[in-house]
């Protein structure tokens, strides 16, 4: 069997489904994964138009709260179907991509009104760029009701403007910040206060109509402040466009570059990014200025890339490479496997901080949260039945499976430790 299909289905992929064909050819399954469309839009979905009248209609009548609201129930049809999608998809890395980007591109429910659009934004602002420029993704998520939600833009007001004039109102500095901190050029591109600043009032009046259709981004150039602006030395006029400009701008920023390279070989490669590994892959978003296609494949062709899996999966990949692994039917799955994540350490679309969660193996090997994932598949094995541990094994790990966890595995007083054993095994908790 050949090492390298197993190896792209964990690595760049979410764990093999049941008995799925193993790829021929890994590298030719990879980059088809990435040619034409994303299938996934092609199933009709919320749009961020329907979650902002939702949260209109909460606003407007306070007694539509709670689990029942019209943005939970919006919220959890679309949770469900992306989830659905991620646990049958046969371009697991394509959909990796969508997860990535979407973490580097953090919406949180801990602000509670993002409930109404997070999943529009995957949708809308991810999942059309995946493979297309990192400039027009950072375009879409700027302007995108659920960012603008998320980090308070929305309630942005020029200090000058006719309206900060007569309100006494004025900036709100976190999407700049976080624009610049972590979506774009990082602290290393030696930005100052001012430059944030500057940029966060280039972006004022970025804001949202929710009252009337078409609902969604609205520029209010009376809340904008009307002076142009210099961030990072380079100037930009006022209005919306000067927004555009320095977005476009900072997206295309050789430090942006760097940045994305890291990111990318830290999560499809190793914790510890290798420089060679980096610098390969910023001089492709160099040279493409911002392919992510380009990136992606890149990423496939490194060296490192085939190295022995030393990746943890996080909480969502952990679930997710058992379910898949299981191939169960749909009423064989788990009951409420969204309070089984967060309970594991990852509620889903629920980042603590703007900066997503952490791609490092010392944020989910802790010896606590090894135990929770071990006592949780101890009892989804039940579900399996008859199944038997070692054909899972060689279906999900293949090659990839160490003669000391076989040893384990055929040592087990019960196919439900047998099954636990392969399930906690160090080779099933990598990728």
């Known amino acids: 069997m050949d090492i390298q299909a197993n190896h792209a289905l964990i690595r760049f992929g979410l764990g093999r489904k049941g008995t799925e064909p193993l790829p021929s050819d890994p590298q030719s399954w990879l980059a088809a994964q990435l040619d034409g469309p994303d299938h996934a839009l092609d199933t009709p979905g919320a749009s961020a138009q329907d979650g902002l009248a939702a949260l209109q209609e909460m606003r407007q009548d ?7 609201s019209p943005a939970a129930v919006i919220f959890k049809a679309e949770r469900d179907a992306l989830f659905s999608r991620l646990l049958t998809s046969d371009a697991p890395f394509r959909e990796r991509l969508v997860l990535f980007w979407y973490n580097h591109f953090t919406v949180s429910l801990k602000r509670g009104e993002c409930t109404a ?10 999942r059309p760029h995946v493979t297309g420029r990192f400039s027009d993704m950072a375009m879409a ?3 995108h009701p659920a960012m603008l939600l998320y980090l308070d833009n929305a309630q942005s007001i020029g200090p000058n403007s006719p309206v900060g004039l007569r309100l006494h109102k004025g900036l709100n500095e976190n999407l700049a910040r976080e624009c610049l901190e972590l979506h774009t ?56 466009p000067g927004g555009a400009s320095a977005i476009g701008w900072l997206a295309q920023h050789p430090a942006t570059y ?5 990111k990318l070989v830290r999560h499809f490669v190793a914790d510890d990014p290798p420089t060679a590994a980096v610098q390969r892959i910023a001089a492709v978003l160099t040279r493409t200025h911002g392919d992510l296609k380009a990136a992606s494949l890149e990423l496939t062709r490194l060296p490192e890339a085939w190295q022995p899996l030393s990746k943890i999966r996080s909480p969502v990949d952990y679930v997710l490479a058992v379910l898949r692994a299981a191939d169960l039917p749909p009423d064989k799955q788990p009951p ?19 900066n997503g969660w952490p791609d490092t193996a010392s944020e989910w090997a802790g010896s606590e949260a090894l135990l929770r994932r071990v006592d949780w598949v101890h009892g989804f094995v039940g579900r399996l039945g008859g199944a038997d ?6 279906a ?33 908790l990598r990728r």
């Open 336 to 354: 409420d496997v969204f309070g089984l994540i967060a309970n594991l350490g990852q509620p889903l679309f629920a980042a603590p901080l703007p």
């Open 62 to 68: 306070k007694t539509l709260r709670g689990r029942e």
């Open 258 to 262: 760097r940045n994305l390279a890291v």
């Open 141 to 143: 998520v700027m302007r």
């Open 185 to 240: 050029v990082t602290p290393s591109a030696g930005y100052t206060q001012s430059d944030v600043t500057n940029f966060a009032k280039l972006l004022t009046g970025w804001s949202l109509e929710l009252k009337t259709p078409p609902r969604g981004f609205r520029f209010r150039p009376m809340a904008h402040e009307p002076d142009g602006q210099v961030v990072l030395g380079q100037h930009f006029p006022p209005g919306e």
């Open 389 to 394: 541990a070692m054909q899972i094994a060689d």
């Open 396 to 428: 999900t790990l293949g090659p990839l499976l160490s003669d000391s966890t076989k040893r384990e595995i055929g040592r087990a007083g019960s196919r439900q430790d047998a099954l636990t054993l392969l399930f906690a095994s160090p080779e099933f």
């Open 117 to 126: 659009v997070v999943n529009a934004f995957i949708r809308e602002a991810i």
